[in-house]
Every structure is written in C-alpha cells, then in structure tokens.
C-alpha cells in the first residue's frame, strides 16, 4: 500500500524558507518520478514541482521557478522540497505523490507564509 507522509511546514514570515520532506513506502520509489501538489484554502490544487525516477530533470511551476528546488534521496525513499524567498501566496497545504499518481495523497503538511 503506497504510504506518504509530508512534513516540515510551519509559518515563516515572507522573504523566508522551510524544507519539505515526503517518506514514501509501500511502492518501488526509486522507479517513479515524483510531484510536489500544494492546495490554498477555497482553491483547486496547484501543481507545485515533478522530478524524474533518478533525480534529474526537475520541473517546476511559473510561480516557484527560481525560488523551489525539488531533490530526493532514494536510499532513503524522501523526497524534498528547499523553499526559498517565500511569499504569502505560498501560503498552502503541500502534498507529494507520485508522478502521474491521482490517487495517492499523504495527510499534507501546512505552509503558512505571514508577518
């Protein structure tokens, strides 16, 4: 059973930053790309980032291209996100899944990004 689970949110103040983690298990990690999702409240989901099954390749949204860095470490089944220079408009419950997966979602992991 494909099992995630995110962590590493809190509240940063704008101009700010905070790492994401999502441990994986249940699944061959190692073979799937993977995606950072983010949902605003009263908002549809927003995909945020997808890196490919090695590492490479990384992918991400206009509104958090230079700003997010999306990496993973297979021998430990995590992916991550680095947020640098956050904004209020940040501000979102933020999911990983696998690539293409709509299906599988962890409990997510709250941003708040607020003076």
């Known amino acids: 059973e494909v099992h995630l689970v995110e962590s590493g949110g809190g509240l940063v103040q704008p101009g700010g930053s905070l790492r994401l983690s999502c441990a994986a298990s249940?699944?061959?990690?190692?073979?799937?790309?993977m995606a950072w999702f983010r949902q605003a409240p009263g908002k549809e989901p927003e995909w945020v980032s997808v890196?490919?099954?090695?590492?490479?390749?990384?992918s991400y949204a206009d509104s958090v291209k230079g700003r997010f860095t999306i990496s993973r470490d297979n021998t430990k089944n995590t992916l991550y996100l680095q947020m640098n220079r956050l904004k209020p408009e940040d501000t979102a419950v933020y999911y990983c899944?696998?690539?293409?997966?709509?299906?599988?979602r962890g409990q997510g992991t709250q941003v708040t990004v607020s003076s």
């Open positions: 249940g699944f061959p990690f190692g073979m799937y790309g």
């Open positions: 899944a696998p690539d293409g997966d709509k299906e599988h």
């Open positions: 890196i490919n099954h090695a590492g490479s390749k990384p």
